[in-house]
């Protein structure tokens, strides 16, 4: 017997009601998105979702693109899985990168990404607290609004260290190259 | 005015007549394709292609992912486009890697493609013979029977360098790691 695979594609949802209640949306650059009451976070293509009920993001799990392996092994020893019991807080914070980021070469990416902006090293401060899955849209097609999702999870009191996180990144090198950036912060509806 | 968006997303699709026609299909690891007369390169999603015709295949240029700098800087030098008029041989190359080249990292997946397999500078001694273009499909979604279409244009008196060159990368450690080659050689119907 084989496994079923790991699903890959994921979609976020603006929804009336569902699993997670929006605290809050704010637009950090560029434009934001409709409110809604509500996020529906599922693991297929979006095509299921009512157009009606707004917005739908998609993203897909890919093979890593920066982390190197001595860092992988550090990662894997210290994070843990989303969907933790105690993590009754989540955020999702979809990025769109400029025209600039993308013509870099891989050695220009690295450079920036961890030399001067430490990316990596951030996040390791911050684990095991903040559990955090990212997904990739540019590749999906042409026409994605964003370059990348990332979904986080934590405890309530652990969100004052995810807004250090988030501030850490956004003063970095890598930032400059963030052209649309929404903080959307949720609540587990119990 | 903004000039029109270059085209990311591609379609190469079998069908009963076409600009190209199909010399020969060789199925180099895993599963073949079906044979086809005639092949379509469109600047789209393979929708408009009737699924009678045969199979569509879909990928997006994207960045680089291995190339450096100094990479980039020659190649940008020695290369030409696509579709020049003595160009009248094409191939079509769909390849899929195994989930063990997935999971490696940045560094040991650049460490297999140049230190150990000179992908990138087997590539530079064809130029500017050999024109390609890259496109990805393993973002696109987790259903593509492919990881990556390079689609290659040449001089028929050219073919012979392309086949060693081919045969190079395909003696290199990178080659462990290709689960499944398609090799399709065209000819332009003119």
């Given at each position: 017997?084989?496994?079923?695979p790991v699903p890959r594609l994921f979609c976020f949802a603006a929804a009336a009601s569902g699993p997670w209640r929006v605290q809050r949306m704010q637009a950090l650059a560029g434009a934001g998105l409709a409110d809604t009451p509500c996020?529906?976070?599922?693991?297929?293509?979006?095509?299921?979702?009512?157009?009606?009920?707004?917005?739908?993001?998609?993203?897909?799990?890919?093979?890593?693109?920066?982390?190197?392996?001595?860092?992988?092994?550090?990662?894997?020893?210290?994070?843990?899985?989303?969907?933790?019991?105690?993590?009754?807080?989540?955020?999702?914070?979809?990025?769109?990168?400029?025209?600039?980021?993308?013509?870099?070469?891989?050695?220009?990416?690295?450079?920036?990404?961890?030399?001067?902006?430490?990316?990596?090293?951030?996040?390791?401060?911050?684990?095991?607290?903040?559990?955090?899955?990212?997904?990739?849209?540019?590749?999906?097609?042409?026409?994605?609004?964003?370059?990348?999702?990332?979904?986080?999870?934590?405890?309530?009191?652990?969100?004052?260290?995810?807004?250090?996180?988030?501030?850490?990144?956004?003063?970095?090198?890598?930032?400059?190259?963030?052209?649309?950036?929404?903080?959307?912060?949720?609540?587990?509806?119990?």
């Amino acid at each position: 017997m084989h496994a079923p695979p790991v699903p890959r594609l994921f979609c976020f949802a603006a929804a009336a009601s569902g699993p997670w209640r929006v605290q809050r949306m704010q637009a950090l650059a560029g434009a934001g998105l409709a409110d809604t009451p509500c996020l529906v976070v599922r693991a297929d293509d979006g095509s299921r979702s009512s157009q009606a009920a707004g917005w739908v993001l998609r993203g897909i799990t890919s093979n890593d693109r920066y982390v190197l392996r001595a860092e992988k092994t550090q990662l894997a020893d210290r994070q843990q899985g989303l969907g933790r019991s105690a993590a009754t807080r989540a955020a999702l914070i979809p990025i769109r990168k400029s025209a600039a980021w993308w013509v870099l070469t891989q050695d220009e990416r690295r450079e920036v990404f961890e030399a001067q902006s430490a990316h990596i090293a951030i996040g390791m401060r911050y684990l095991p607290a903040i559990a955090r899955r990212l997904h990739h849209c540019r590749d999906l097609g042409p026409g994605e609004p964003f370059d990348f999702l990332t979904w986080f999870d934590f405890a309530p009191q652990d969100e004052p260290a995810f807004d250090r996180l988030l501030d850490a990144l956004r003063r970095s090198p890598e930032w400059d190259f963030v052209e649309r950036e929404v903080d959307i912060r949720l609540a587990r509806v119990d």
